[in-house]
């Protein structure tokens, strides 16, 4: 059963993988400096927005499935310990799962939750929101070199 399952479980890991570290790389490079570039008020609506619809997206299916696969690589590496590419798939698997899916819990969620309570109008909006710009994109920093790892040991597990 594992013959079957593991490469189901490297291949879906491997396309989550990619795809977030997408999503990540153009929050980092272009996103985030983007709404830097408008008055706090437009930018904290633009980021409440975007906070709301990530929701009902496809995008939060991707991310879960894809923390459910790597949670499945994961276990698979400790049965098939003795295979040199059980390492990788678990470095790969718990890149993910701490780097990008921890990270997004523990660090980036909790950021977007406070967003949402701001009124982008209120007095202490436009220092908030450097504050929040600097913590969120540091932190999303981490999530995208986390995920393009994750990728990276995947796709050598692969050889």
Not at 52 to 81: D, K, Q, Y
Not at 114 to 142: D, G
Request: with cysteine; net charge positive.
């Amino acid at each position: 059963m594992l013959e079957t399952l593991l490469p189901l479980l490297t291949w879906a890991s491997l396309l989550g993988c990619g795809l977030m570290a997408g999503v990540c790389f153009a929050f980092s490079t272009f996103v985030m400096k983007g709404l830097e570039r408008v008055p706090p008020a437009t930018g904290i609506a633009a980021m409440q927005g975007i906070n709301t619809a990530v929701m009902p997206s496809v995008f939060l299916g991707v991310f879960m499935a894809t923390a459910l696969a790597c949670a499945g690589l994961v276990v698979c590496s400790v049965f098939t310990w003795a295979q040199p590419a059980a390492r990788l798939r678990l470095l790969g698997g718990m890149l993910y799962l701490v780097g990008c899916f921890g990270v997004t819990a523990g660090f980036n969620v909790p950021r977007n939750d406070a967003l949402a309570r701001l009124s982008a109008q209120s007095a202490e909006a436009p220092a908030y929101w450097a504050r929040y710009q600097s913590e969120w994109t540091a932190w999303n920093h981490v999530r995208t070199l986390a995920c393009l790892g994750a990728l990276v040991s995947l796709v050598l597990s692969r050889d």
